[in-house]
């Protein structure tokens, strides 16, 4: 059976089916915090109510669009070269949000409240139990991934392509944008280009989702285990060599990850379309 993209009717189902899986999601999530459920171990628990909620909604707009998501996830799409370059992307973006963050911080941007005032970065590493990082391993780095870029690639990208490839990365990492909380959309929408365009050059999610699994799973690292502490005093701002290192370190994790892109594309990693 000859695969198509979706239509926008569809990618429109899949958006308003996630929706009510985390309108869900976020009952049950204050459900369990109110049963003094810990909030992060409450967030995963709560998730996965969303995948069967989802699979029941979108039955029918899975069935319609099985073959294309057969070709989208092939295995045989997957290499050691494109699994390497994803996991480097991912490091790569992650590494210039905590750039921009030294940087913000260096110039006044940023503070942290705490007890207090740190003028050189404190940190402590400490992880909580196995069972709580496990979880929150599959659901973060496995499940979210996964749903996030069937729905945003897969269906929304995918759909939007017959307004051209600029629209359809950038309307799909705008959806993906509106999905999550307001205080970290810039880095969201900057991550949603950046697996748009892997996307578009791979024509396979395999890459995306795997660069998507990294950052998700550096993300849960920060939440869980790291406990930070960097709050110049006033007096101190701007702190010019902190800030020069910063932002050169940012400009050449940006810069690396458009070389790797643009490398991706100059050597058309490309799946043989089916």
């Not at 003094?36 to 409450?42: C, I, N, P, R, Y």
């Not at 996965?48 to 029918?60: A, D, N, R, S, T």
């Not at 973060?140 to 069937?150: D, F, Y």
């Not at 998700?216 to 800030?243: H, K, Y």
Request: proline fraction near 7%; include cysteine; charge should be positive.
């Amino acid at each position: 059976m000859t695969s198509r993209p979706p239509t926008l009717t569809h990618a429109l189902a899949t958006i308003l089916a996630l929706t009510a899986a985390l309108f869900v999601r976020s009952w049950l999530q204050v459900a369990l915090r109110t049963a003094d459920v810990s909030k992060l171990f409450a967030a995963d628990l709560a998730y996965l109510v969303v995948p069967p909620i989802l699979l029941l909604l979108l039955f029918p707009v899975l069935q319609a669009n099985r073959p294309e998501l057969r070709r989208q996830l092939d295995i045989a799409n997957i290499g050691a070269g494109l699994v390497l370059t994803a996991i480097g992307l991912g490091v790569l973006l992650r590494l210039a949000w905590w750039c921009q963050l030294a940087a913000g911080i260096s110039i006044g941007i940023y503070s942290n409240g705490g007890p207090y005032t740190a003028v050189k970065p404190v940190f402590d590493f400490q992880c909580p139990p196995v069972y709580a990082m496990l979880l929150g391993a599959i659901v973060m780095a496995v499940l979210v991934p996964v749903i996030e870029e069937v729905v945003h690639r897969g269906f929304v990208q995918s759909a939007l392509y017959r307004y051209g490839p600029a629209a359809a990365i950038l309307g799909a990492a705008a959806v993906f944008t509106a999905f999550h909380p307001p205080g970290s959309w810039g880095f969201v929408f900057s991550a949603g280009v950046m697996l748009g365009v892997q996307y578009r050059i791979t024509k396979s999610l395999w890459s995306s989702l795997i660069s998507h699994a990294t950052i998700n799973a550096l993300i849960q690292l920060d939440w869980r285990c790291l406990r930070g502490q960097w709050n110049p005093p006033a007096t101190e701002i701007p702190l010019v060599e902190s800030f020069a290192v910063a932002l050169i370190l940012f400009f050449v994790c940006i810069g690396s990850i458009v070389a790797v892109l643009a490398r991706m594309h100059r050597g058309d990693m490309s799946p043989r379309c089916t």
